[in-house]
């Protein structure tokens, strides 16, 4: 069946950077989209960005613009979303997905990855 | 960006019972609107698309109704396994935009 393995909780510095990644199984990764989402604590869930695999395309959020750099492993069906200059406003769990078709939906999260920015 | 507006921020109901949460754009996404549930420990998963279209799996007892700026998720027959977190999505036009989410709880 179709699966997203996260990498685990990060710690990070105020001003550093941190690199997750998305491991996809079950199906063919670079035929969907990879879509990443963020769920700051307690509140409700942002569109970042995506990347489509086969193509390295990529659509983001203006907000994100900057913050997120999102890329790819096509050998090894792994999508990576990096977060620079982090702030205590980048703590959050943040959520890789799959794209369903062309409809901008997702079918298929992860498990989600927390990071926390802090001194 | 579409604004997306989830209402009532909090539900409680009873096993059996029927529940409508709404959800509103801030200017016409067509039929554009995706619903998912969010609950601890789990993946969180597509319910409707489109508006109205059940994603593969989902139970028949939820369904999805609206168009424009003004749409429902429905749940009939509550099941305990149906409470939890609910949120809409637009799927209209870039950003991709939220709701702020629904806490269903057992009442």
């Known amino acids: 069946q179709v699966k997203l393995l996260q990498s685990g909780a990060a710690l990070v510095k105020p001003g550093a950077s941190v690199k997750m990644s998305c491991k996809a199984s079950?199906?063919?990764?670079?035929?969907?989209?990879v879509s990443w989402v963020k769920q700051s604590h307690g509140k409700s869930l942002e569109w970042i960005g995506e990347?489509?695999?086969?193509?390295?395309?990529?659509n983001f959020n203006e907000k994100f613009k900057g913050k997120a750099t999102l890329t790819v492993d096509k050998s090894t069906s792994t999508a990576y979303m990096e977060l620079s200059r982090l702030t205590s406003e980048d703590s959050a769990i943040y959520y890789c997905?799959?794209?369903?078709?062309?409809?901008?939906?997702?079918?298929?999260w992860g498990q989600g990855a927390s990071v926390t920015v802090s001194s | 960006d579409v604004q997306m507006t989830q209402s009532p921020s909090n539900l409680a109901a009873s096993p059996g019972e029927s529940v409508s949460i709404n959800c509103k754009a801030s200017?016409?996404?067509?039929?554009?609107l995706a619903w998912y549930q969010q609950k601890p420990g789990k993946a969180n998963k597509l319910l409707i698309y489109s508006g109205s279209t059940l994603q593969s799996g989902t139970p028949s007892r939820f369904s999805g109704s609206g168009s424009g700026t003004d749409f429902t998720l429905t749940i009939r027959n509550l099941e305990p396994e149906d409470f939890g977190l609910y949120y809409c999505q637009q799927h209209n036009e870039y950003p991709i935009t939220f709701g702020s989410g629904t806490k269903l709880e057992i009442k």
């Open positions: 997905t799959r794209g369903y078709g062309s409809y901008h939906v997702m079918d298929a």
């Open positions: 990347i489509y695999p086969n193509s390295g395309a990529t």
């Open positions: 079950g199906y063919t990764f670079t035929d969907y989209w």
């Open positions: 200017k016409s996404i067509s039929k554009y």
